[in-house]
């Protein structure tokens, strides 16, 4: 049976009713980067992650545990930005840039992030940065690459509050709003912070003491000294006691010197800073006058747990980290988290399942799932078997050296083939009956029973998966197909019982 064939087949001759949704679980292997962490302050233990490609994931036990949460722009857009409403429940605006017209501006939910609407004032927008205003949240602004948009109804409706021919108030990539005064605006660019008294009728640069050219990734105003605000740069951290009119640069902040992304304000003690930089977390007791390193992974974004006080959660380089004693421990919290580059899946001669990752330019990682496992083990991949047995022993492990299966090459041409506009992803056949095919094209997922005469969809529609690179089933687990996703870890459909049944009785 051709891949023609099966392209054919799919398009045409597709069963009407889909099969009953079997079951799915995400396998990972967990972790990645992570870009966005935001806590729900209407739902205890709700805490909400994102990553730059637009993939979102929700916990309802504090980051025990993870699971996708829909958003339509995932893997089709850049997610800059999450920001939830903090009096009004189940409002989540999203700012997103991309080609496509219908992934940009400002995605809204009115559901806690079950489903979206893009905001249509702000379509073909890059939304950067979103600011609600402790007064009052109806009153919200937005950065673009054009200036600073506000709405005074909650994210309905919008209007620029920037002059539309000012070059130097563009584009805004961080915001803040003074929590007593609406119509204090502070906004910041790729080279300065500027300021607003006014609603936006006029905007002053305020950059005395800052260092040219930096790139301001977040301003953050005192809650209860407005006076008094933080910002962090490319050049590090800086603090002004006069509402920006003039900054000092932080240099007791000395791993901060390179580039911070976030600084927040302890939810508890006002004195207390948390800043997020490119050699890990720093924490300042005293007001931003000393700091401290308390966790050294790359950290672009920190979340405070308001109904327990003390649990802090970190979005960094290596996935979501959480701390529940102020910063002084830290936890990994990545099961269910995934935002992996795969490029390969292949059971071993160990029966164990394989994949693997680019973790850095020229770095290949391979991970190794043992059959009835939970956890993917990063496995030693040195060129030399001696080099390999010596690290096997040193370490004390008791598994065998790698032995792996090479993919098999005709699957691999048949991967990402275009048919007159259609596309098949991948293709398998079980391994013990040939007549039994399993097909992917655009995330879903469907097998024949018959060699490719009639087809039926097995992947639910509320699946999270939105491309499929490979498809696979293993003699040692015939209950289970594979799915490797690109950029969403692997995936495992539980096949129909009754066609297992016919398959083990051969």
Known sequence: MTTSNIAWRLACTVISCTAAFPQWAALGPFGGSASIVVTDPHSSRTVIAGTQNGLLFR???SGSSWTPLPFP????????????DPQTPGIYLAGV?????????????????????????????????????RGNSQVIVAGTEIGVFQSRDGGLNWRCICPADDAQVQPIVSLAIDPNDSDIIYAGTPHLPWRTTDGGATWSSI???ILDDSDVFSIQVDRNRPSRLFASTCSGIYRSLNAGATWTRLKSAKDASDRTYTIVQDPQYESVWFAGTTYGMMRSPDGGNTWEMINRRNTHAIAFDMGRLGRIFAATEQGIWRSDDGGRSWLEANHGFCSRSLEGLFAGLDGALYT??????????????????????????????ADREATRQSSGASEPPLHVEEPQRVQEREESIDIDGETIQAVSRHPSDPQWVMAAKFGAVFESQDGGRSW???????????SVRKLLVMPESPRRLFVLTPQQGVFALTLHSNLVARVAGK
């Open 456 to 466: 039926m969809k097995i992947s639910p529609d509320s699946w999270p998966v939105t």
């Open 59 to 61: 916990s309802t036990d």
């Open 97 to 133: 840039s991309s080609d496509v017209p219908e992934y940009s501006g400002i995605l809204r939910s009115t559901d806690s992030g079950a489903t979206w609407h893009q905001v249509p004032a702000l379509r073909n927008r890059q939304v950067r940065a979103i600011a609600f205003w």
């Open 73 to 84: 722009a995932q893997l089709r857009a850049i997610l800059h930005t999450l920001a939830i």
């Open 356 to 385: 693997s990752t680019v973790a850095d330019p020229g770095e290949s990682r391979l991970f190794r799932l043992p059959l009835g496992a939970n956890e993917w083990r990063l496995v030693q991949t040195s060129d030399s078997r």
């Open 207 to 209: 950059h005395t003491g």
